[in-house]
């Protein structure tokens, strides 16, 4: 069992920035990769983020240019720096951690972003 630990969502002004964390129990070198992904009300999850343990990274278009993800020196630990936020970006974010083999995956309890206009 891996828990994930998120931080970092709240409100903010169109315009403004925000930085989520989520921390993994899991080892790094169990990890293939982590993620973030959101789910706003009536819409199905997407993926926003991603970043593989070769440090390869993936963005989804709407997101290139204003979000970047990172990995911490230490801990398992990833970041969302998110720039330039639109109201549009408002859902629950989901950490994810994906370990090597199939169905080995975990989600994060997920942080609130709201954007206001």
């Known amino acids: 069992q891996v828990q994930l630990v998120e931080s970092g969502g709240g409100l903010v002004q169109a315009g403004e920035s925000l930085r989520l964390s989520c921390a993994a129990s899991a080892s790094i070198f169990s990890t293939n990769a982590m993620g973030w992904y959101r789910q706003a009300p009536g819409k199905q999850r997407d993926l926003v983020a991603l970043?593989?343990?070769?440090?390869?990274?993936n963005y989804a278009d709407s997101v290139k240019g204003r979000f970047t993800i990172s990995r911490g020196n230490a801990k398992n630990t990833i970041y969302l720096q998110m720039n330039s936020l639109k109201p549009e970006d408002t859902a629950v974010y989901y950490c994810?951690?994906?370990?090597w083999g199939q169905g080995n995956d975990y989600w994060g309890q997920g942080t609130q972003v709201t954007v206001s206009s």
């Open positions: 994810r951690w994906t370990g």
């Open positions: 970043i593989r343990s070769t440090g390869r990274t």
